[in-house]
């Protein structure tokens, strides 16, 4: 079988910034930090004491490209399966620990891959972490130090009136001190805000003055399409300077949309192989087909294809035989039929009712003739 080379690189040939120096830690198998790629995380959305509902979740985020789960933990029936979830779970999971310091404890003991804490509302969250850092060091538990502009420490909010970027940093770095009096630096921060504006600011300041792994999240972005915006405007300003090691797109829809929405931002950065990617035109008065229509159906047909494909569906003659050319597979329509072009040749002119039927067709052959190691994402 002949391999096809595809248009789409392997390895980008030109990073969108270099990566800020960090350490390293391990959440699991999963490297974070020290030069290793951004990874994307999400959060389960059922209630974690059922355990039945929380590993089906799982195993949805996992199919979707999820690499580590996160799971809540605010109550006791929580905690005690912990451990039967850590050990199912097909991704490393990590304990979301509010309020109750003796939960970490019970994280820590459960085997989670590692443990997020909010010293914003744990009660005398400092005063333990001697004991915390012990255990977590023991079992080998990195902790991530997550501040949140919704749950400061009110000492931070009395000092600069709310939650600014210098209040987000300060908590963190405040946390990461004590767990640095103990000798524990298997840490990683994040400082989330709902404003794109002000989250950057803030990871921008706290990238200067630490090198721990960064956890980029926009906090509460709001539903799917506001979201989306949200987080990629802020993902994409941070990214793009080497900002930033692991990812959550926080999204009022369900998890699996947030990996999505994550591999999408990460994948258009250059910071992950391309899988599928339709390359089509916004449509204007020159289309002379209904390009929105074969867009949205070409989409659906390839769907899951994992091969790192390029296809080009162009609606006239301006830009859509260059970018069909360039493309691995595209078409150029006009008056009712299209040209379909297939590594920059042009195979054959079909009528606009065959065109999308032709690209999946032609699609699944490329898919056939690609060799194992290009399919692999």
Same mark, same amino acid.
């Given at each position: 079988?002949?391999?096809?080379?595809?248009?789409?690189?392997?390895?980008?040939?030109?990073?969108?910034?270099?990566?800020?120096?960090?350490?390293?830690?391990?959440?699991?198998?999963?490297?974070?930090?020290?030069?290793?790629?951004?990874?994307?995380?999400?959060?389960?959305?059922?209630?974690?004491?059922?355990?039945?509902?929380?590993?089906?979740?799982?195993?949805?985020?996992? *199919?979707?490209?999820? %690499? &580590?789960?996160?799971? !809540?933990?605010?109550?006791?029936?929580?905690?005690? $399966?912990? +451990?039967? =979830? *850590?050990?199912?779970? %097909? &991704?490393?999971?990590? !304990?979301?620990?509010?309020?109750?310091?003796?939960? $970490?404890? +019970?994280? =820590?003991?459960?085997?989670?891959?590692?443990?997020?804490?909010?010293?914003?509302?744990?009660?005398?969250?400092?005063?333990?972490?001697?004991?915390?850092?012990?255990?977590?060091?023991?079992?080998?538990?990195?902790?991530?130090?997550?501040?949140?502009?919704?749950?400061?420490?009110?000492?931070?909010?009395?000092?600069?009136?709310?939650?600014?970027?210098?209040?987000?940093?300060?908590?963190?770095?405040?946390?990461?001190?004590?767990?640095?009096?103990?000798?524990?630096?298997?840490?990683?921060?994040?400082?989330?805000?709902?404003?794109?504006?002000?989250?950057?600011?803030?990871?921008?300041?706290?990238?200067?003055?630490?090198?721990?792994?960064?956890?980029?999240?926009?906090?509460?972005?709001?539903?799917?399409?506001?979201?989306?915006?949200?987080?990629?405007?802020?993902?994409?300003?941070?990214?793009?300077?080497?900002?930033?090691?692991?990812?959550?797109?926080?999204?009022?829809?369900?998890?699996?949309?947030?990996?999505?929405?994550?591999?999408?931002?990460?994948?258009?950065?250059?910071?992950?192989?391309?899988?599928?990617?339709?390359?089509?035109?916004?449509?204007?008065?020159?289309?002379?087909?209904?390009?929105?229509?074969?867009?949205?159906?070409?989409?659906?047909?390839?769907?899951?294809?994992?091969?790192?494909?390029?296809?080009?569906?162009?609606?006239?003659?301006?830009?859509?035989?260059?970018?069909?050319?360039?493309?691995?597979?595209?078409?150029?329509?006009?008056?009712?039929?299209?040209?379909?072009?297939?590594?920059?040749?042009?195979?054959?002119?079909?009528?606009?009712?065959?065109?999308?039927?032709?690209?999946?067709?032609?699609?699944?052959?490329?898919?056939?003739?690609?060799?194992?190691?290009?399919?692999?994402?």
């Amino acid at each position: 079988m002949t391999a096809v080379p595809l248009g789409v690189p392997e390895v980008p040939a030109r990073p969108v910034a270099p990566r800020r120096v960090s350490r390293q830690i391990q959440v699991g198998p999963v490297a974070v930090g020290g030069g290793a790629p951004v990874s994307v995380q999400s959060m389960t959305t059922t209630r974690t004491s059922d355990v039945g509902a929380t590993l089906q979740q799982i195993a949805e985020l996992t *199919a979707s490209g999820c %690499q &580590i789960v996160r799971v !809540a933990c605010p109550t006791q029936d929580d905690a005690d $399966v912990l +451990a039967t =979830i *850590a050990r199912k779970s %097909q &991704i490393p999971v990590i !304990a979301d620990i509010h309020f109750q310091p003796k939960y $970490v404890f +019970a994280a =820590i003991e459960a085997g989670c891959a590692a443990v997020r804490v909010n010293p914003g509302n744990i009660k005398k969250f400092d005063d333990q972490v001697k004991e915390i850092a012990r255990a977590a060091g023991d079992h080998g538990t990195p902790i991530r130090i997550g501040v949140n502009a919704g749950s400061l420490d009110r000492r931070l909010l009395q000092k600069y009136g709310k939650a600014t970027p210098e209040a987000l940093v300060e908590s963190a770095l405040w946390e990461a001190s004590l767990f640095e009096e103990h000798g524990f630096r298997d840490i990683k921060i994040s400082v989330k805000h709902n404003d794109p504006v002000v989250m950057i600011e803030a990871y921008r300041q706290l990238a200067e003055r630490c090198d721990y792994p960064l956890h980029l999240g926009v906090t509460e972005a709001g539903p799917a399409f506001q979201g989306t915006i949200k987080s990629a405007v802020a993902f994409g300003a941070l990214l793009s300077r080497g900002i930033g090691d692991t990812i959550r797109v926080s999204l009022s829809a369900p998890p699996a949309e947030e990996v999505k929405v994550g591999i999408q931002i990460l994948e258009s950065l250059g910071l992950r192989q391309r899988r599928l990617e339709i390359v089509s035109c916004p449509s204007c008065g020159r289309a002379q087909v209904d390009v929105y229509k074969l867009a949205e159906e070409v989409t659906a047909g390839l769907d899951g294809m994992e091969v790192p494909l390029r296809v080009a569906v162009m609606g006239c003659v301006v830009n859509g035989p260059g970018e069909a050319r360039e493309a691995d597979l595209g078409v150029a329509s006009g008056n009712g039929k299209g040209q379909i072009f297939v590594k920059g040749e042009v195979i054959k002119t079909v009528p606009e009712s065959k065109i999308v039927e032709t690209l999946i067709e032609e699609a699944m052959k490329l898919a056939e003739r690609t060799s194992p190691a290009e399919q692999v994402s």
